[in-house]
């Protein structure tokens, strides 16, 4: 055989060859293509998945949070009952017929200890009254008025018009106070 006779038949082989390398590369393509697919549709689905979780812990927080606020009184309002309960008890003891004065020292003994129960319940909650003795202090006291003194050093509080009051470390209410020039 010569040497053209030959390369027609190496070249049909290569062809053959190329051809059996491409089909085989295509499959390989396809199968790598089709493991994708299906990694994408897995990735999608947990995705989802996450999504869902995600916004369902969203709606939960958020309806635990309005329920928080909602309540959020609900230790105030039950220390409040007791003071309630000895409010209701000095009117019921108004109706009484019993001695004018007798009826009185209990009346008032009655709401000093309603007094009493009532700043102990506004304390457990953060509540309190500002100092009388406390020196002036303008972000909790407010001068109504000034007047000069010889007992008292000037810029200190003389006489409280209206106790103030405050929220942990916020002023509720300023205290109305008399201050010393």
Request: hydrophobic share 35%; charged share 30%.
């Amino acid at each position: 055989m010569s040497k053209e006779e030959t390369e027609p038949q190496s070249q049909e082989e290569n062809i053959e060859l190329t051809t059996d390398e491409a089909e085989a590369e295509a499959e390989a393509v396809e199968n790598e293509f089709d493991l994708l697919q299906e990694e994408l549709i897995a990735l999608k689905d947990k995705y989802a998945r996450v999504h869902a979780d995600f916004d369902n812990i969203k709606k939960r927080l958020e309806r635990e949070k309005y329920t928080a606020l909602e309540y959020a009184n609900e230790k105030f309002a039950k220390d409040m009952i007791p003071v309630m309960d000895s409010l209701q008890g000095a009117i019921n003891s108004a109706n009484t017929e019993a001695d004018k004065a007798e009826l009185f020292d209990k009346l008032k003994e009655g709401i000093e200890l309603t007094h009493k129960q009532f700043i102990t319940a506004l304390e457990r909650h953060g509540v309190t009254m500002v100092s009388h003795d406390a020196p002036f202090d303008p972000n909790i006291h407010n001068a109504v008025q000034a007047v000069d003194s010889d007992t008292v050093a000037s810029g200190q509080i003389v006489q409280t018009f209206q106790t103030g009051y405050k929220y942990k470390e916020r002023p509720l209410r300023e205290a109305m106070v008399i201050v010393a020039n």
